[in-house]
């Protein structure tokens, strides 16, 4: 089975902080991808990796960046920690053009 | 521009009473057209991919049909453990990203 998994299930930061979520696949995708999910808008890409150190903007890169230093990592940093990024990130790995597997999400409150 | 609209957004069913989600898309060549389960606070969890008008696919009380225009999620026979969110989403033939409907919350009441 594939296996994603993401380095906290529930995470408290303050306005400011800078912030690491972590992602971690076990079936050597080449494709990952970060989300968040917010009610009432649904799941929204944020960035996406097609290999080793390369990255896309999705539909809401803004006060994101993204690492890619091995293939079965994937990390989501936010420099400056809003209250608006408050909200349930979710990672997702896949083969090329096949279905993606998604983490048990990380649900991040910034106060 | 590539979109995906599910219906309904909620949708309430007595133990047994089958009943249909759909997904509607329209997308610039389709590539495949996923569903998936989630649970509250938890990760979509994948259930089926269909890849061109006609196909089917089964599993237990879930079947998954797929026309050029749209995709219906038949449950039949629901239980209880059914209640979750379904959703839909697309993949064009242009990249890898998958375009997600807005889901469709389904309660099964004993």
């Known amino acids: 089975d594939v296996k994603v998994t993401q380095s906290s299930r529930y995470l408290v930061k303050r306005t400011g902080e800078k912030v690491f979520l972590e992602c971690v696949q076990d079936?050597?995708?080449?494709?990952m991808f970060w989300y968040r999910q917010d009610p009432g808008l649904g799941l929204r890409l944020i960035y996406f990796?097609?290999?080793?150190?390369?990255?896309e903007k999705g539909d809401i890169p803004e006060g994101y960046s993204v690492s890619r230093e091995k293939k079965e990592r994937f990390s989501l940093i936010l420099e400056s920690a809003s209250t608006n990024q408050t909200s349930m990130y979710l990672c997702?790995?896949?083969?090329?053009?096949?279905?993606?597997?998604f983490g048990p999400g990380t649900r991040l409150t910034v106060l | 521009e590539d979109q995906v609209t599910q219906s309904p957004e909620a949708l309430r069913l007595q133990e047994g009473e089958s009943s249909s989600l759909n997904c509607s898309y329209t997308?610039?060549?389709?590539?495949?057209l996923f569903w998936y389960r989630q649970d509250p606070g938890k990760g979509p969890e994948f259930l089926f991919t269909?890849?061109?008008a006609g196909e089917e696919k089964e599993k237990e009380r879930l079947k998954a049909t797929l026309t050029k225009k749209e995709s219906f999620l038949h449950i039949t026979a629901p239980k209880p453990e059914d209640s979750a969110t379904y959703l839909c989403?697309?993949?064009?033939?242009?990249?890898?990203?998958?375009?997600f409907g807005q889901g469709t919350e389904l309660s099964v009441k004993p």
């Open positions: 997702a790995s896949s083969l090329a053009g096949r279905e993606q597997f």
């Open positions: 079936m050597d995708h080449e494709n």
């Open positions: 990796s097609y290999d080793v150190k390369m990255k």
């Open positions: 997308v610039s060549g389709l590539r495949g």
């Open positions: 269909l890849y061109s």
């Open positions: 989403a697309v993949q064009a033939n242009q990249g890898g990203k998958l375009i």
